[in-house]
């Protein structure tokens, strides 16, 4: 079935059983494979959190009635405070706890091979499920298969990876596990959002987008910034399409690992130096907002736009253009509530955003907020999501061409499948940087 983003208003907001990232790039896979195990317990005592214990609330009747308990173990793969992707993991889990009686919580952060180089996802989760946890959260792409091996080692423990499509029937890469499922969010609605605020907020017509890895996730997410971007240029601004210009600058990994990686801050800065007024970050960690508030301070005419968290504005409201952001409470509490009752199976979970009110954190998955920077551009947002909400503006229709200009992404007259918009085998036409 043909995915019409603008038309399956439901069927965005309904946990489907089909996935955050098919499998890292493999240069980077190496670095994860020769982990050892020493010091783990006394890693996972110093770093992980005291497991409060929710107080009863309304919202889950069922596990308060009974008196089930379920510790929750989640594997973070940075900071949990990193102003984006883990610390909205972190704060979405804690809004369950919250929320949901019964409920502990443990995790270990900073699992990577730059903090913890020996160190496996696995064996943080083993030490988790060796202190209580039945139910483990893997939060990052870069444990794909560190969450299907727990899986399989545990079977009497829920794995949920925050990306991933092993559960995906539908998918390329279907595993059978009962116990295995992947939760991730439409956020191509979000990274459009966030290229019409890029474009509404550029002068130059300029836009660099600071990546993190290659791989389909992060092609399709940078896809569908710069779709959103064209629409609004062409659209809104009446500019040329000709005179928008759209790059995407790789470093290597989530967020910076001195030496191997390239350095965020430079990317940042050499977007400005080179005439690019506005840079959209695509990583896990602020730069994007630090360095553009360092450079406004000193006079450039520059914005940015943030990713991952809700209060990512925050960080330099003068100078920013929006974020988009998960709410990871929502699908997280779901799938807690359902392990609680036993009725937690295997899951692929791709939810999108609650058009009727997209930043509504009891239904919309995806959510996007405006910066102070838009200034009166704003109102352009603001139509461009009612158009993507009553399927007025559909930017997966045909023809779409790829970066190679021969290759089609969509024909004419067609909408992108789900395979077709996961599994982003290329940049688009009009776009400049690496496919691979």
């Avoid at 439901?10 to 996935?19: A, G, L």
């Avoid at 801050?265 to 508030?293: C, H, L, Q, R």
């Amino acid at each position: 079935m043909p995915l019409d983003p603008l038309e399956s208003v439901k069927s965005m907001n309904q946990p489907v059983e089909r996935n955050r990232m098919p499998l890292v790039d493999r240069s980077f896979a190496l670095m994860h494979r020769f982990w050892h195990i020493a010091a783990l317990s006394v890693l996972v005592g110093a770093c992980s959190s005291p497991s409060p214990t929710a107080s009863p609330s309304a919202s889950a009747p069922t596990a308060q009635a009974s008196g089930k308990e379920l510790t929750v173990g989640m594997v973070i793969v940075g900071p949990k405070d990193d102003g984006g992707w883990n610390q909205a993991q972190y704060e979405g889990m804690q809004t369950v706890v919250k929320n949901v009686p019964g409920v502990k919580f443990d995790y270990v952060d900073k699992v990577n091979p730059a903090d913890r180089p020996n160190v496996k996802g696995t064996q943080v989760a083993d030490d988790l499920i060796g202190k209580g946890a039945k139910f483990i959260v893997f939060n990052s792409d870069d444990f794909k298969d560190d969450a299907l091996a727990t899986a399989k080692k545990h079977p009497d423990v829920k794995v949920v990876h925050a990306s991933g499509d092993y559960a995906w029937k539908e998918g390329k890469n279907f595993k059978n596990q009962p116990n295995l499922s992947n939760i991730m969010a439409r956020m191509e609605y979000g990274k459009m959002m966030a290229g019409c605020a890029a474009a509404l907020g550029t002068k130059t017509g300029k836009i660099g987008y600071l990546g993190p890895l290659i791989n389909d996730e992060t092609r399709r997410y940078v896809s569908a910034a710069y779709l959103g971007a064209k629409y609004c240029w062409e659209t809104y601004l009446k500019k040329k399409p000709a005179d928008l210009k759209f790059k995407v600058t790789w470093i290597g990994f989530w967020f910076n690992i001195p030496g191997v990686t390239l350095d965020p801050t430079k990317v940042v800065n050499d977007y400005f130096n080179g005439g690019y007024d506005v840079v959209m970050s695509g990583i896990d960690t602020p730069e994007a907002a630090t360095e553009t508030k360092k450079a406004a301070a000193a006079g450039k005419k520059v914005n940015f736009v943030h990713y991952d968290l809700k209060s990512g504005c925050e960080l330099a409201p003068d100078v920013c253009l929006g974020v988009p952001y998960y709410n990871w409470s929502l699908p997280y509490g779901d799938a807690v509530k359902k392990a609680i009752d036993g009725k937690l199976g295997s899951e692929f979970v791709w939810l999108g955003p609650d058009w009727k009110d997209i930043n509504d954190p009891k239904t919309s998955m995806v959510g996007f907020l405006p910066g102070n920077a838009l200034g009166d551009n704003k109102q352009y947002i603001d139509t461009f999501i009612k158009g993507l909400g009553d399927s007025s503006i559909n930017l997966y229709k045909g023809p779409i061409k790829f970066q190679d200009g021969k290759t089609e992404f969509v024909k004419a007259g067609e909408t992108a499948t789900e395979q077709q918009i996961w599994y982003m085998p290329q940049l688009l036409a009009g776009m400049e940087g690496s496919s691979k």
